[in-house]
């Protein structure tokens, strides 16, 4: 081999080499150190997703044994039950109502807070109470406050004249929604607005005053400048947003318990007393199940309706 | 009205938003101004009368979960779980995610998105196949039942916020590391994981949190009073139709303290996990 040919390669590929044992043996290590986590999910979420698809089509009880295959029969009772339908429109709206107003809420605190002012730090502070609060603890709060015989609300409204005499709140379908809607929003808006804030502040100032010097207004600076900046942010937080408040459990069932007469009663917790307190359990998974698609769609439009908002 | 809205002075939006600050934060602040002081008043005052401050504080509520109601148990129990699962999902979840930030090899990026995709399955959907595996491999009313429930979602969870943080870190001096002849590991364990600590602390407080917080899956595995976690505990104060509130709200304090303190210690790395998008709300 002369000289030459002996130089080129060591000139021209070094670049490549390095690159190659940088990245030598990271597979073997790759899967080595990505083997625990892929366990647990292996083993923790998906054989449990699949079971859950399994019990679905069997007639599984508590206590009873593995359960007969009984094909499509939980989803038939299922669809065939009278309140199926009310109760997916009941779990859509009031979970869409909750992300509405969080969104609205939260971005009004999260404009009222990106000002300076002195102790907006501590405020930030106060405001994220209810998000990092134990939800339970939250809900039986409230739920304390709503009752109808012994709660706050009423000795508050009674003291001070404007109720004559104690209303049960969460036994009324209206105020038993409203009371549900309200913790659902109260729980959650702060973290909303959080968010919103942080990226308020990653939208450059320049922005806002080329928008004055062009004679845009304030409502014309929110609209033009702040939303779209937000877009991306806001898009995720309502979109998991969205699942989440569908898929909340906690909240219903500490609250109002479905009730009254199952006015408040969303999916999660309709699952909860299939199978927890009818001991049911393959209609209890076969419901879940039914939601899948609807939540699909459910986060498709809300989506959509996204980019219409960016597209306008 | 647009021209309207364009018309208000400056001063006059201040207001506005003062206004609106402190409505919201009057609603913030209303339960837990109650729920501290209910905790310190006797039980006639509770149920009689509205009273804003306790007409004689009284520290027997907190006498009575202590002492009557097993509270110093169940704190026990939700520690134990809480801080083993933090323990082990934390280790576990910081491997994969730097696996998936920085190694290059088949089938990274399938797992990469699939950790966001099982983020979102739903709860509900979980819950009845847990509890059968749960109860079939004789795990119910156990710790051991408790941590495995809780890692089912705080490994895919912690992976994903920690994949976040790792991507926001430079691998300059990693790779300058790697060049100079240090192999992954010991740069992983020298370089990667010193630097991570601000992302490796949020994940951990959100672990710790999430399993203190827990609620449904400590309900249905833990029915057991020696193994039950505080949020049952606490719950069962509301059985049907009798509330014992003033018990209630002294252990709703207790039970909130740890968590309280902890984020006032951390906010600063809180805010920069928020900041990140990646947390439940």
Redesign the interface.
Known sequence: MSQKTLAQPLLVRPAKQ?KRS??A???R??????S???L??LG??G???V??IR?SFTD?MVGRGPGEWVGLANYAYILGWPDFSEMVVRTVLIALTAVFLKTV?GL??A???N?T?RGRNI?R??????????????V??????F?G??G?LN??LV?WGVLSENYPFLARTESAIAALLFVLV?K?Y???A??FL?GMQTISYDLYDAAKVDGA????RFRHITLPGLRQ?MG??IL??T??T??S??IP??LTGGGPSNDTEV??LL??HL??QNFR?GE??A???M??PI?AILVLAVAGAMDKEAAQ | MTRLFDRVPESVFRILSFVVISFLLLLILFPLYFMLTTAFKFEGEIYSELTWLPREPTLSNFRDVIVNFHIPVYLRNTLIVALSTTAIVVVISVLAAYALTRLRFPGRAVMARGVLFVYLIPGSLMLIPMYLIIANLRLKDSYLGLIVANMSFSVPFCTWLMMGYLRSISSEIEEASLIDGCTRLLSLWYIVIPLSIPGIVTAMIFIFNNVWNEFIFALVLAQDERHRMISVGLSNFYRSDYYMVGPMMAGSLIAMTPVVILYILAQRYVVSGLAAGAVKG
């Open positions: 390095k940088l990245f043996g990271d597979t290590l790759g899967w080595l150190l990505v625990p986590a892929l647990v999910v923790m979420v054989y449990p997703f079971e859950a019990i599984r809420v009004i605190l404009v009222a807070l000002q002012f405020l502070g106060v405001f994220m109470l209810p998000w990092i609060l134990p939800t339970y603890i939250i039986l709060v409230w739920r304390w406050i009752d015989q012994t706050l000795q508050i003291s109260w959650g702060p973290f909303y959080l968010t942080a207004g304030r409502l014309g942010v995720v937080v998991l947003s699942i989440w569908m898929n459990l906690e069932l500490l999916f999660p699952t909860y199978a927890m359990l209890g998974a419901l879940p199940i939601m899948l939540i």
